[in-house]
C-alpha cells in the first residue's frame, strides 16, 4: 500500500524542511537520550535507514541491542496534466519528518512511561545478522503466540528456600540460585 503526501492522515505535507535538515535533529534527539554507536544509510533518492546501538540495564541484567528504523515512502502523486508533467516520486521531506516524528516519539514515550528503549524499539531490534529485524520473526509466528496457554511463574517463598510449583503445588528444595535468577 502507498501512502502519499496529500492524504489527510499524512500531517507533516506541508514541511519545508530539507531532508538534511531532519537528518540532522534526528541525530540531535538521538544525542539527548544518549543514544550511540549511531550509522546513516543516506542514499536519497533510493532509500534512507538509521542503525543504532541501544544500552541500558533491563532487570539487571546489561542489554546491548542494534535497532534498525527504515525510513517510510511516502510518495507525491503523478500529475501528467501539470507542466512539466511529474512523476509519482517519493517525497524525501516529508518522508524523513515522520521518521524523526516517529524516533522521537518512541524515546519520548520510553522516557516518560520509564521502560526502556530496548522495549520501545522492540520490533525493530536486529538479527545477528542484520538481514531481519525482530517483528520478522515474530509476526509470522504470532498465531503461535496466542495459541499458548498462558500459566503462572512459579514463586519463591521468602526465607524458606522453596519453589512452588503452582501447576501442580509440588514444592522443591533448591541449592543454587531460584528460577531467572544467575
Known sequence: MKIYSDDPLVHYATTELSPERTKAQIDGILAEYQV??????YDIPREAYVVFKIE???DGRPV?????????????????RARPP????????VSIRAMYWFIKTHLETAYAMQSGKAVAFLP??????HEKTLKDYILPRLS???????KPTPTVQAGN??????DNVKEAEYTESPPGGN
Open 36 to 41: 550511540k554507536d549511531v550509522m546513516w544509510h
Open 124 to 129: 525493530f531490534i536486529q538479527s545477528s545478522n
Open 86 to 93: 511529474r512523476l509519482e516520486e517519493i517525497n524525501w521531506k
Open 64 to 80: 546491548k541491542v542494534g535497532v534498525k528504523v527504515v525510513c517510510p515512502a511516502i510518495w507525491d502523486r503523478e500529475r501528467p
Open 144 to 150: 503461535e503466540y496466542t495459541a499458548l496457554e498462558a
Open 161 to 166: 528456600n522453596k519453589i512452588i510449583d503452582v
Open 56 to 58: 541500558e540495564t533491563i
